[in-house]
């Protein structure tokens, strides 16, 4: 995984550190982030799929970039990071909302990019359930980063040929749907492994635990 890598973190590190000498903050590039992934998302809605690229892969630069700089100055705050997971669940959405614009004359088409955008959510969210209730999961696939890199190659696909396109960013839904399956998979391992079993003894004692979280 080329964004987990010692060397891609080490650049990011130093990009990073070159920011911090112009007194640039991280919620800054976070909000930063937010503005070409929305011109990203309209620019797919016209059929103009090269800058859609062009501008998602600008926002993904900028989103990079605030994690490793809030270490560097030494700001990193629970805010910073509320404020980014916001941020991210806009400009997830702006691109795939856009697709969903352009193939809303096909039809049922439509329905493709609108799958892809549930799904996607669907693996932020068990992720972040998770964060939530303190189990700690392993690197996911399909996080947004991957999710993003595939986006914009799909993207690109559309320039050659809509219809592609489609069928790719269906396969990215299917990957998304896929991978937050295995997320709940891997967390109900971690969940029996650290909570020991509250089941009644007998058939007649009293349900003590529904195992169930009340909040939603």
């Given amino acids: 995984d080329i964004a987990r890598s010692a060397a891609f973190v080490d650049a990011l590190g130093r990009i990073a550190g070159l920011l911090a000498r112009t007194g640039v903050t991280p919620n ?6 937010l503005l070409p992934a929305l011109v990203s998302g309209v620019l797919a809605a016209y059929g103009a799929f090269g800058w859609a690229t ?3 892969l600008l926002s993904g630069a900028f989103d990079m970039l605030d994690g490793p700089l809030a270490r560097t100055t030494g700001t990193v705050s629970r805010f910073g990071a509320l404020l980014d997971s916001t941020v991210d669940r806009i400009t997830d959405a702006a691109p795939l909302l856009g697709l969903t614009v352009f193939f809303a004359t096909s039809g049922w088409m439509a329905v493709v990019p609108a799958f892809t955008l549930l799904a996607a959510y669907t693996v932020s969210y068990v992720r972040a ?9 392993p690197p996911l696939w399909m996080r947004r980063g991957d999710r993003m890199v ?4 799909v993207l690109l696909v559309g320039l050659a040929s809509p219809v592609m396109a489609l069928a790719a960013i269906g396969l990215v839904g299917l990957l998304s749907l896929l991978a937050a399956a295995d997320a709940l998979r891997v967390a109900r391992q971690v969940i029996d492994a650290r909570v ?11 349900d003590i635990a529904s195992g169930r979280d009340a909040a939603p």
């Fill in 54 to 56: 062009v501008f998602l």
């Fill in 129 to 137: 359930r998770c964060e939530g209730l303190k189990v700690q999961l």
């Fill in 196 to 206: 020991p079993d509250m089941r009644p003894v007998t058939d007649t004692a009293p």
């Fill in 150 to 153: 595939l986006i914009a190659l």
């Fill in 28 to 33: 800054t590039l976070t909000l930063a982030s």
